[in-house]
């Protein structure tokens, strides 16, 4: 059977009567590496999120795009061309010129994990997410359940950074205070002179 990408005519579409000629076979089997002449790397059913640019989705999509490309395209230009199609538009500006070249591919990750895969930048920005957090709204079980997610997740991951002594600071209570209804602001108040007394 000849290598071509040409696709083989519906079933009943009788051409023998064509006496157009036919194009020469290929010279010779596909050199691609990824198989015939219309291949194109295979790409995983699980799809990647694009990386945003927030520092707390990079470690797993960083493990992610490893995990599905690295080992099937290693060596590829593909691999490159498919980190940047998985780039916002922020992030590829932030990266500039690495981009150009495949041969900088180790290069494009050094530079994503300086600027988004320190330590240092993962805990200022939950720090940030525990200042904008929205306010609190009154007999709003959706908001109440949101406002605990959110504050939870901050809280577990700087209490192990370098920021945990934030979590203490009075400017921090106090901005966590001003965003509860009443009723609950009064609960609080509540718990922390029973912790005094106690």
Not at 52 to 77: C, H, I, M, T, V
Not at 86 to 103: H, Q, Y
Not at 173 to 179: C, D, G, R, S, V
Request: with cysteine.
């Amino acid at each position: 059977m000849p290598s071509t990408c040409n696709p083989c005519p519906p079933p009943g579409d009788d051409k023998s009567s064509d006496t157009t000629p036919e194009p020469p076979p290929a010279a010779g089997p596909s050199n691609h590496p990824y198989g015939g002449c219309c291949s194109r790397p295979r790409t995983p059913t699980f799809m990647i999120q694009p990386f945003d640019g927030n520092p707390k989705n990079y470690a797993r999509f960083k493990a992610k795009f490893r995990a599905l490309y690295e080992q099937e395209y290693n060596g590829s230009p593909a691999l490159l061309f498919m980190l940047e199609e998985l780039l916002s538009k922020e992030v590829r500006n932030e990266i500039g010129e690495c981009l150009a070249d495949e041969a900088m591919y180790s290069v494009v990750w050094e530079r994503l994990d300086a600027v988004y895969g320190r330590t240092e930048v993962m805990d200022q920005t939950y720090l940030d997410d525990l200042f904008q957090i929205p306010p609190l709204k009154n007999h709003d079980a959706a908001s109440l359940k949101t406002f605990a997610n959110r504050l939870h997740g901050a809280v577990v991951t700087l209490s192990q950074s370098r920021y945990a002594h934030e979590l203490h600071s009075r400017t921090t209570l106090m901005a966590m205070e001003a965003k509860l209804t009443t009723y609950i602001k009064e609960k609080w108040n509540e718990n922390e002179r029973e912790q005094v007394q106690s």
